[in-house]
């Protein structure tokens, strides 16, 4: 290694890994304090919340899994992968409080599936008296979860398949199988998923560590009485006594721990499941049916439903922005106003705010990830991974404790650029997590051709690898801006309540239930990420050239 | 610096008439010196001012006060907008810990009252007493409205300033309830009829924790007890009919009293859309508030128990660590200005009561407030009841999260 590579390595470990090991040491520091411990033993709803967190957390987790191995399996084997990721996008970019926020319309007891249906199939004339929103039993949660958790997954499956060397050899592993006479379909459960799932590893973790200690979403569709443990600790650091706040840090431990339990329990049942011995029983599967060959390309329906379900959110959001008296059962609004808007457009602060937030964050971060893919020895990386996905696997309740610590000793408390910092540690991770595959998946003869036609290392990062590889910085720069985006605690916590983003102002507002404002910002809210893919995919788009092959 | 005072005094009657204003501002007609400097300090200075952001009308006047300050005293007033006043309590004290001096912290100005005061006040996180020295002070109704001074039974010894009043106040589509309980013995008969369609925000939200109060009024042998810090033996004996109350209703409620809505805006769309009967404020201008604004029909009603109800009066403090505390006592000032408060009264922007008694003031600026009332406001008043002690709010919070949660 040159000295050149040596320094630079060097300096981005420390930037990146500094910062974020004093977070995390800071976070874990406020866990050693007996008396909390002892009161969040005592205190009577941490156990029902734990139980919640537990069956939200792996019921949405596992249901989102399986979901995507499914639409996986499908899209794999109709060939169809190509045109179910075109819808993918949005979906990706739907924050979570907004999707929450929608399903919340939808579903309520005064929302509208049941105006549709009321009062000529319910007799309903007032909104009847259901418990189908903050469910007691998490079930509105475990919804919300899922439906965005599978577009997640299945992103970072794709990431993995588009490299070309992976892509090639499992398509040719599949069909190698298949010539020894097993389905398509069980010859992707045999050959392929074994291969994609383990590469699937820490983006599950992420989902599951999101599932877990979700705050947002929870406080908006989660069960109320008990909350979820996350909710539970967000409240508690948020009271006006000291040891409440400790108790509150405690509780962010025990998530940490039943997160850490929840991953090996999962590891566990994954070494169980592939040492049965079934993948080797020769049970071939049945044929596909003559005629409906494999290569169908047909999208599955139940990435339809999926679909539709996000399309419902957001006709919910937009015309939730606009209803004034708005009386049950009446489908469409008896009064429509621009009011919400016009609230919008006075404070369009917030909106400059998550912006400039956003694009920060997100060049940062690309920035760094590039940097240090390009740089850093292979064995460093490997060896820094951890520590870079700490913000993802750590409880976000005990995360900000430490943001917090870590602001307050440097003086960047409330202010814009200790937000920055906030925001570039929790995007890090996700612009990392999507590029690495492809970026490091780039065929390294290239590199040597270039060289040899006598190119110096700039140009041909230049003029060749980077112009090769914008698909990927531009997909995961719109990750990263919009999981800026959808910040809700670091915000509020490391901002002082100064800044207000889109996702803060809408999260507030739920719990306000101004329906038309709160539709307002959980639309833009929803926009702003949507125009980042939309814009990342215009910028990725390969170049065409006039007379090649099409 | 006389004429520095004078030649400023004339381009702010220049500001206030440019503004709609036609009258004098109250302390230009005698400035004391003091005020003059504190007025001259506070030019240039950014205010932060932490309040609550719930509200799109609140929200909007702010926004109003903050150019009217600008204009008139070149003040920069930053709207923070919290959820929870305790998260402010929390950082100041935070802040407190941490070391930081006067002048060095992120909170200049904070809309608060009761425990939050009572509180700050404890652990002496609030600037010297000043609120008494303002100019626009002696229009506050202390006599008629005498919570201006004793917040939650705590004296406000001048560490906070009167910014508007409230009363607890019920409201419903007379459609639907064309009888409206008169006490809470005939709410929890209605309950009874109509099962799970009644429920209040749930504790320590500022109007749940106001309805058990009210409850607790209700149904306590001696009022007099409850004037003073609770005695922890009695604790149990005093609030023993409340919860024996509250058993009682519980099971008629919204959700079998099993869970309760976040905030009273919850419990007010859950009304404007049919799920429950009839909704609860503090504040008796918000449902003509709704009503103006489209958002709930104009058959909606409000009105307050025939013995009366619950009434309080929330404040303005400025923590000791301020940045800005000129800057925080200019905008207090402008914030009891008739100007201010008359536009504040007004339901077209806030609909939030005033805390100047009208008499005092001289006839033009007595003539800013409207007297007619509109549909939706509360037609016959119910005497104020003073609220209980501060002290009775955390025990009174923890047993029912004991009990209910």
């Not at chain 1, 588009?162 to 069980?186: C, F, I, K, M």
């Amino acid at each position: 290694m040159t000295a050149f590579r040596l320094f630079w390595s060097t300096t981005l470990l420390l930037l990146a890994g500094g910062p974020l090991l004093a977070v995390a040491g800071l976070a874990l520091a406020s866990l050693f304090d007996a008396t909390a411990w002892h009161a969040l033993w005592q205190d009577p709803h941490a156990l029902p919340a734990l139980a919640l967190t537990l069956w939200t957390g792996l019921a949405s987790t596992v249901l989102a899994w399986w979901l995507s191995a499914a639409l996986l399996a499908q899209g794999f084997v109709r060939q169809s992968l190509g045109r179910l990721l075109r819808g993918l996008p949005v979906m990706l970019a739907t924050p979570h409080a907004a999707l929450a926020i929608g399903l919340v319309f939808l579903l309520a007891p005064s929302g509208w599936v049941l105006r549709a249906l009321s009062p000529w199939l319910t007799g309903f004339e007032f909104p009847p008296p259901w418990p189908t929103t903050q469910d007691p039993w998490g079930l509105g949660l475990i919804v919300a979860l899922t439906a965005k958790e599978i577009p997640f997954l299945l992103w970072t499956a794709a990431t993995q398949l588009q490299r070309d060397d992976v892509r090639q050899r499992w398509r040719s592993e599949h069909a190698l199988a298949q010539t020894l006479g097993y389905s398509p379909q069980r010859a992707f459960w045999r050959v392929v998923w074994p291969q994609l799932s383990a590469r699937l590893w820490w983006p599950l973790l992420a989902v599951l560590a999101y599932g877990l200690t979700v705050v947002d979403m929870a406080l908006v569709i989660g069960p109320a009485s008990p909350p979820t443990l996350a909710v539970l600790a967000w409240q508690w650091l948020q009271d006006a006594d000291l040891a409440v706040n400790a108790q509150g840090a405690a509780a962010g431990g025990v998530l940490a721990l039943a997160l850490l339990a929840a991953a090996l329990l999962w590891r566990a049942a994954q070494g169980l499941s592939a040492r049965s011995g079934h993948a080797l029983n020769g049970v071939r599967g049945a044929a596909p049916p003559p005629g409906n060959t494999s290569k169908s390309e047909r999208v599955p329906v139940s990435f339809h439903l999926l679909a539709g379900l996000y399309g419902a959110v957001l006709l919910a959001l937009a015309v939730g922005s606009v209803a004034g008296v708005w009386p049950f059962p009446r489908v469409w609004p008896e009064a429509v106003t621009g009011q919400a808007w016009q609230r919008v457009w006075d404070s369009r602060d917030t909106v400059g705010t998550t912006l400039g937030l956003a694009l920060a964050s997100a060049a940062l971060a690309l920035a760094w990830s590039v940097a240090w893919l390009e740089l850093a020895p292979r064995r460093w990386d490997t060896a820094l991974r951890p520590v870079l996905y700490v913000p993802l696997v750590l409880p976000a309740v005990l995360w900000v404790v430490g943001l917090y610590h870590l602001a307050l000793w440097w003086r960047l408390e409330g202010q814009w650029l200790g937000l920055l910092l906030a925001h570039t540690s929790m995007v890090l991770p996700y612009v990392l997590l999507t590029l690495s595959p492809a970026y490091l998946g780039f065929d390294a003869r290239y590199a040597a051709l270039s060289a040899s036609l006598g190119h110096g290392p700039w140009r041909f990062l230049w003029r060749i690898k980077w112009p090769l590889l914008r698909r990927a910085l531009a997909a995961s720069a719109a990750v990263g801006f919009a999981v800026s985006v959808a910040q809700y605690l670091p915000t509020l916590y490391v901002g002082a309540g100064r800044f207000n983003s889109v996702t803060t102002e809408a999260v507030n507002l739920a719990a306000g239930a101004q329906r038309s404002l709160t539709s307002a910002y959980a639309g833009l809210q929803f926009v702003l990420p949507v125009l980042a893919f939309a814009l990342a995919a215009w910028l990725g788009a390969p170049r065409r050239f006039k007379g090649s092959r099409s | 610096m006389t004429t520095f005072s004078l030649s400023r005094r004339e381009i702010l009657l220049i500001a206030g008439s440019a503004t709609g204003a036609a009258v004098t501002p109250a302390w230009a007609q005698s400035p004391s010196p003091a005020w003059a400097n504190l007025e001259k300090a506070a030019r240039g200075q950014t205010v932060y001012f932490n309040a609550w952001a719930g509200s799109e009308t609140t929200n909007a006047y702010l926004q109003w006060v903050a150019a009217e300050v600008q204009a008139a005293y070149g003040v920069k007033l930053e709207h923070v907008k919290i959820t929870d006043t305790a998260d402010v309590v929390k950082r100041v004290r935070a802040e407190k810990t941490a070391g930081r001096q006067a002048g060095e912290g992120t909170v200049d100005l904070v809309w608060i009252n009761g425990e939050n005061f009572a509180a700050m006040k404890r652990d002496r996180l609030l600037l010297a007493p000043w609120a008494e020295a303002l100019p626009n002070f002696k229009y506050v109704d202390t006599v008629g409205k005498p919570t201006t001074l004793n917040d939650f039974s705590v004296p406000t010894d001048g560490q906070e300033s009167p910014w508007g009043m409230a009363q607890f106040t019920l409201f419903a589509d007379s459609k639907r309830l064309p009888q409206p309980p008169q006490s809470m013995a005939e709410l929890l008969a209605l309950a009874r009829r109509q099962p799970g369609r009644i429920s209040y925000p749930r504790l320590p939200d500022f109007t749940g924790t106001t309805f058990v109060k009210q409850a607790l009024l209700e149904h306590v042998a001696d009022v007099g007890v409850l004037a003073k810090p609770p005695v922890a033996a009695d604790f149990a004996k005093v609030t023993a009919p409340l919860w024996q109350f509250l058993d009682a209703l519980h099971p008629h409620l919204w959700r079998g009293g099993k869970q309760f809505p976040q905030n009273p805006a919850a419990v007010r769309q859950m009304m404007a859309d049919g799920e429950l009967l009839l909704a609860l404020t503090f504040n008796p201008n918000e449902p003509a508030n709704e009503i103006a604004a489209r958002r709930l029909p104009a058959s909606v009603v409000s009105w307050q128990f025939a013995k009366g109800t619950i009434g309080n009066t929330h404040f303005v403090a400025i923590p000791y660590n301020a940045k800005a505390a000129a800057g925080a006592q200019v905008v207090a000032n402008f914030l009891l200005s008739a100007k201010a408060q008359a536009r504040k009264a007004d339901i077209s922007h806030w609909g939030d009561p005033t805390v100047l008694d009208l008499a005092k003031l001289p006839p033009a600026e007595r003539a800013l407030f409207p007297s007619q009332p509109l549909p939706g406001q509360v037609a016959k008043p119910a005497p104020t009841l003073p609220e209980p002690h501060a002290a009775w709010v955390d025990p009174v919070e923890k047993e029912w999260a004991k009990r209910y949660l």
